[in-house]
């Protein structure tokens, strides 16, 4: 009963509590800064709210719901509290244990604020310690800076015992070399640093230096003239000693050049006197021994237009008109493609008795001096690293060439000899280019210009006997070709050849004047015999003779050529030209011979029309005769012609073709014949006299069989 009592009065208290006091909310609101405006206005929105509905409808049984857990709530905290009751002495002691915690972490508090204090004194002292650290760092790295340098200096300065003894007792070889080098340096040293001649240890170190420097200078010096002076001696083989025992040295040369330039001006001079004189003697001697193996292959009356019993046969071996290897080239021309071949040997050379054209001199001449030089400049520019001690060097033997080619030129009249000559300078002015050697390009220059004006004035000598050339001794009774044209077929020949590569305007210039001058003689020449047919047949065997032999110098040469230029060209184009007409002059005089009166009837009376009304008509008559004198003597005739052209030409390929020529216009002229006489009346009844074309056709074959 009293429970039930209870429970009314604790539902009564709810309900008491379940009245809204909205004054009381307000104020708490208030209080608590919540803002109720607009609770009314959302109150009646969710009124008609479904689940707002839902919930009002069910308030009695939520309210006991409510009152439920205010019970067990109320319960629960009757049993926490007895709980607590029960376990108060554990609370004492757990009260207990915090408060001795607190004061333990008190006490921990004060040691570790101890502890912070000490720990700030001492990072400052760390921070202290880090700049004296950093300030003793940078004064190690100055002072091992000053160190450096003061070790070089010590290094530069200092002179080793070991390297006073090499420079003052030492050999001179490798280590004396790099000795050399370390004294170099300390020169150097107290050459460029200004601040170092105020050193006092300079004071005293410098005297000694000095002497050193004297030593070396003095000791090297010796060395290279001792060097130098094996030059000297006979037969020493100058580019094995220069490149086997100088070039090691090269050093000593650098040394005297930074140190001493009084020294080494002494030593270069003493080293150009001494290879001077050395070239020059052994070029001397070269020469000297060249000259031995020289075959004399033209004199002065070695001209073209020369008549040959006017030469003295008793200066030359062999009279001169059967000595054409003098105007032609030959074999000679096979030294251009020998010009990098070896010099002479002349001692094994003279041992074989054998005897050279002057060309063949002068290519092994130049061949030893070219080889030489490059050596020689090669050595200057490693050795002294000078170039231009060359010509100083060379002056000797450039001088002992010129005065031998002074003496070998007035007297040289072999002018394929000279072109050879230029020819060769020309081929080793290339060689020097292709090398990157510009030390004989001026020596060179001078020696082409040398050879071109005695080479112009052979060249005129040859032109002047052809100019100035007495027919009356000239001439012989004889058709077939002359000696002088034969010497200037070979010559121009040969000239034409050698202007292929170099291509000299001059020279076909020259070449030209000169077939002027031929042309004339051999007109001249012709004229001398009396009969018209002679002087053809005179100058087509000239003719025939100097194209045969341009052709065939152009076709047979062991020397390759392209083509044999445009003055060869030409010059061929025209004597062609003048072989033809020639040809034509002798065909017409050879069937004018056998054939006359065919021959003039055909050009006066075969061109008339029967029926023109001309006051003589050509009858059977007139025509009779001259074809039954053709039909009976035709073939003989033929066989005379053939036996004419055999005795007449040289050149039985070239007799050939003009008999060929002959026979064709022999069978023009009986063409025309035959048709001249279809339109005479009545000319039909001399065709049984007619030879027929097909005949004549056989027999011209005939003869070309036999070519």
């Not at 006091?21 to 609770?39: F, H, N, P, Q």
């Not at 604020?113 to 004194?121: A, K, L, P, R």
């Not at 052979?458 to 009774?477: K, Y």
């Not at 040289?650 to 007799?655: A, E, M, P, V, Y």
Request: proline share 3%; glycine share 4%.
């Amino acid at each position: 009963m009293t429970e039930v009592v209870s429970n009314q009065s604790v539902d009564a208290n709810d309900d008491s509590k379940n009245v809204l006091d909205l004054g009381a909310v307000d104020d708490a609101a208030s209080d608590d800064g919540v803002s109720l405006e607009g609770l009314e206005q959302e109150l009646q929105d969710y009124k008609t709210d479904d689940v707002v509905t839902i919930i009002l409808s069910q308030g009695p049984t939520s309210r006991n719901y409510t009152k439920d857990v205010e019970n067990n709530l109320r319960r629960i905290e009757l049993d926490s509290i007895q709980d607590y009751i029960k376990e108060s002495d554990n609370l004492i002691s757990l009260h207990d244990q915090i408060h001795d915690c607190n004061t333990i972490l008190l006490q921990m508090e004060k040691l570790l604020s101890g502890f912070q204090v000490e720990i700030g004194s001492i990072s400052s002292d760390i921070k202290v310690l880090q700049e004296r650290s950093m300030d003793m760092g940078l004064k190690l790295k100055n002072r091992k800076a000053a160190e450096s340098k003061l070790a070089k200096f010590v290094e530069d300065v200092i002179l080793p015992p070991r390297m006073i003894d090499i420079i003052v007792d030492g050999e001179v070889n490798e280590e004396y070399m790099r000795t050399l080098e370390i004294l170099s340096r300390k020169l150097k040293f107290l050459e460029i640093d200004t601040m170092v001649k105020t050193s006092k240890m300079i004071t005293t170190v410098q005297p000694e230096l000095e002497k050193l420097h004297q030593k070396a200078v003095s000791k090297v010096f010796d060395f290279i003239i001792q060097k130098l002076n094996a030059l000297r001696r006979p037969k020493t083989n100058v580019q094995i000693l220069q490149q086997s025992i100088l070039l090691k040295y090269k050093y000593v040369i650098l040394f005297l050049k930074e140190h001493n330039t009084e020294v080494y001006r002494d030593i270069r001079a003493a080293y150009i006197d001494t290879m001077n004189k050395v070239l020059s003697t052994n070029i001397h001697a070269y020469i000297q021994a060249l000259v031995k193996l020289q075959l004399d292959v033209a004199t002065a009356t070695d001209l073209i237009g020369v008549d040959t019993r006017s030469t003295s046969l008793f200066s030359r071996g062999e009279p001169l008109k059967n000595r054409s290897a003098v105007f032609s080239l030959g074999d000679r021309i096979n030294i251009l493609k020998e010009i990098d071949e070896p010099a002479l040997i002349p001692h094994i050379a003279e041992a074989s008795s054998k005897k050279y054209p002057y060309e063949v001199l002068f290519r092994s001449l130049h061949k030893l001096l070219m080889d030489t030089a490059a050596s020689e400049y090669l050595f200057c520019d490693e050795f002294f690293r000078e170039q231009s001690m060359f010509c100083d060097i060379f002056a000797g033997p450039f001088s002992v060439i010129d005065e031998h080619l002074n003496t070998i030129l007035p007297n040289f009249y072999d002018a394929i000899g000279l072109m050879l000559m230029i020819r060769i300078i020309h081929q080793n002015q290339l060689i020097m280019s292709r090398r990157r050697l510009p030390c004989l390009d001026s020596y060179l220059d001078k020696v082409n210009i040398s050879l071109w004006p005695r080479f112009k004035m052979v060249f005129d000598m040859h032109l002047s006997s052809l100019r100035n050339a007495n027919i009356r001794t000239l001439w012989e009774d004889d058709v077939h070709p002359h000696y002088v044209m034969r010497r200037y077929a070979e010559f121009t020949a040969s000239l034409i050849q050698l202007n292929v590569d170099y291509g000299d305007g001059q020279l076909e210039l020259n070449l030209e004047r000169l077939r002027l001058a031929v042309d004339d003689l051999l007109v001249k020449l012709a004229k001398l015999f009396q009969k018209p047919k002679q002087q053809t047949v005179f100058a087509i065997n000239n003719y025939d003779m100097t194209i045969s032999v341009l052709k065939l110098k152009r076709s047979s040469s062991s020397f390759v050529f392209q083509e044999a230029g445009p003055e060869g060209g030409r010059i061929q184009m025209h004597l062609e030209e003048l072989l033809k007409s020639n040809t034509a002059i002798y065909v017409e005089e050879l069937l004018h011979e056998q054939f006359s009166n065919l021959i003039k009837f055909v050009k006066t009376r075969a061109c008339e029309e029967p029926s023109s009304g001309s006051e003589h008509p050509i009858s059977v008559s007139e025509v009779e005769p001259i074809v039954k004198d053709f039909a009976s003597r035709w073939k003989a005739a033929i066989e005379l012609m053939n036996n004419d052209v055999i005795t007449s030409f040289s050149n039985f390929l070239c007799g050939m073709e003009i008999l060929r020529a002959a026979l064709t216009q022999l069978l023009l002229y009986h063409t025309r014949l035959s048709d001249c006489m279809k339109k005479i009346p009545g000319g039909t009844a001399l065709n049984k006299d007619l030879i027929s074309i097909s005949s004549i056709m056989y027999e011209i074959r005939k003869y070309s069989r036999t070519f």
